[in-house]
C-alpha cells in the first residue's frame, strides 16, 4: 500500500485477555517502530527493527508485552494480561533507512480500550 | 536524559498571521530533528526532517529551523488557514543512547477563520 496500514483501528477489550496489534509498513522500509501514546501524555517508544537485526527493546513496558517481525515486512505487537493503563493508542512507523538518517512515516493508529 | 520541550501548549490565532512553534532539546547531540501535525483521532503526518548538518528546512508555507548549540528549533508557519489546525510535535534522534526519536508534549494550535 501507499502508506503504513495498522489494525484493528479500534479495540475494546477485557481486562486479562490477550490482544495482537498488526503494522504493515510501507514497501521497502527497513525500520519499523512501535510507539505509545496515552491520552494528555507524549509518544513513547516501545520497540525498534530495523532489518535483520535484533530489535531494540528498550521501551517495552513490561513483559507483558512483546512484538515480532516476520520476514522483515509485517509486525505484530502482542499484549498479554491487558491491564487499563494498556488503554492508548498505538502507533507503528516505518523508514526507509537507519533510525538516525530517515524520515518517519507513521500509521493511523490502533485504539485500544481496556475495561 | 533528553528532554523535548514544546511551547505554548495550545495557540491560537486569528486567520492569514504567521506564527512560530518552538521546541527545546537538553542534549545538542543529535542527528536530526523532525516535525510533525497530528490531527484529532489521526497518526502522526512528518512535516520537516532537518539533519544535525542543516540549518533549515522549507516546504510550501513552513520553514523549520534548527540551532543545536542552544538546543532549539522552531517551525514558522506563514500565512495561517484554518487547515493547519492540528497538534505539532517535534522529535529529536538522539545520538547517545536508545534508537529512538524523542517527542515533545505537542503544540496544539488552532487557526480561527
Known amino acids: 500500500g501507499a502508506g503504513v496500514s495498522q489494525s484493528p483501528s479500534n479495540k475494546v477489550t477485557e481486562k486479562g485477555k490477550d490482544v495482537e496489534l498488526r503494522c504493515d509498513p510501507i514497501s521497502g522500509h527497513t525500520a519499523l517502530y512501535w510507539y505509545r501514546q496515552s491520552l494528555g501524555q507524549g509518544l513513547e517508544f516501545l520497540i525498534y527493527f530495523q532489518g535483520n537485526s535484533a530489535p531494540d527493546k528498550s521501551g517495552l513496558p513490561s513483559d507483558r508485552f512483546s512484538a515480532e517481525r516476520t520476514g522483515g515486512s509485517v509486525s505484530t505487537l502482542t499484549i498479554q494480561r491487558t491491564q487499563q493503563e494498556d488503554s492508548a493508542v498505538y502507533l507503528c512507523?516505518?523508514?526507509?533507512?537507519?533510525?538516525?538518517?530517515?524520515?518517519?512515516?507513521f500509521g493511523e493508529g490502533s485504539r485500544l480500550t481496556v475495561l | 536524559k533528553q528532554e523535548v520541550t514544546q511551547i505554548p501548549a495550545a495557540l491560537s490565532v486569528p486567520e492569514g498571521e504567521n506564527l512560530v512553534l518552538n521546541c527545546s532539546f537538553t542534549d545538542s547531540a543529535i542527528y536530526n530533528l523532525q516535525w510533525f501535525r497530528q490531527d484529532p483521532g489521526k497518526g502522526l503526518t512528518s512535516l520537516l526532517l532537518?539533519?544535525?548538518?542543516?540549518r533549515e528546512q522549507t516546504s510550501g508555507r513552513l520553514n523549520a529551523s534548527l540551532d543545536k548549540s542552544s538546543g532549539r528549533s522552531t517551525l514558522y508557519i506563514a500565512a495561517s488557514q484554518p487547515g493547519d489546525s492540528a497538534t505539532y510535535l517535534c522529535a529529536a534522534t538522539l545520538i547517545q543512547g536508545a534508537q529512538k526519536l524523542v517527542f515533545g508534549q505537542g503544540t496544539r494550535l488552532t487557526i480561527n477563520p
Open positions: 512507523a516505518s523508514s526507509l533507512g537507519r533510525w538516525n538518517t530517515g524520515e518517519l512515516f
Open positions: 532537518i539533519q544535525s548538518s542543516q
